[in-house]
Nanobody, 121 residues
Framework: VQLQASGGGLVQAGGSLRLSCAAS????????MGWFRQAPGKEREFVAA???????YYEDSVKGRFAISRDNGANTVYLQMNSLKPEDTAVYYC????????????????WGQGTQVTVSS
């Protein structure tokens, strides 16, 4: 299984970025897909997840600013990030889990490599 994340970069506070994660080696539509992030000196934390039937789940600090979506035909999950804040600065990781929107938070089955997001004030 490979999860290839892209789309990170440097943006000013208030700006937007769209992350993408292309998956291969798995039956994509059968997996819950998610995004996590890890800021310097902090533990990796859950950001958002999308179920097999497009239900979604967000960490409180990103609700109303971030939107997760998926394209099963393209085996890709997206994270649209709007109204970015300096505290959103982190390495963002995509993940896949065969379980649920709840179980992915406990530790997904697969991790992708990260993409750096830096928000300047």
């Amino acid at each position: 299984v490979q999860l290839q994340a892209s789309g990170g970069g440097l943006v000013q506070a208030g700006g937007s970025l769209r992350l993408s994660c292309a998956a291969s080696g798995l039956t994509f539509s059968s997996y819950v897909m998610g995004w996590f992030r890890q800021a310097p000196g902090k533990e990796r934390e859950f950001v958002a997840a999308i179920g097999q039937y497009v239900s979604t789940y967000y960490e409180d600090s990103v609700k109303g600013r971030f939107a997760i979506s998926r394209d099963n035909g393209a085996n890709t999950v997206y994270l649209q990030m709007n109204s970015l804040k300096p505290e959103d600065t982190a390495v963002y990781y995509c993940a896949a889990d065969r379980g649920s929107l709840v179980s992915i938070k406990s530790g997904p089955d697969y991790w992708g490599q990260g993409t750096q997001v830096t928000v300047s004030s």
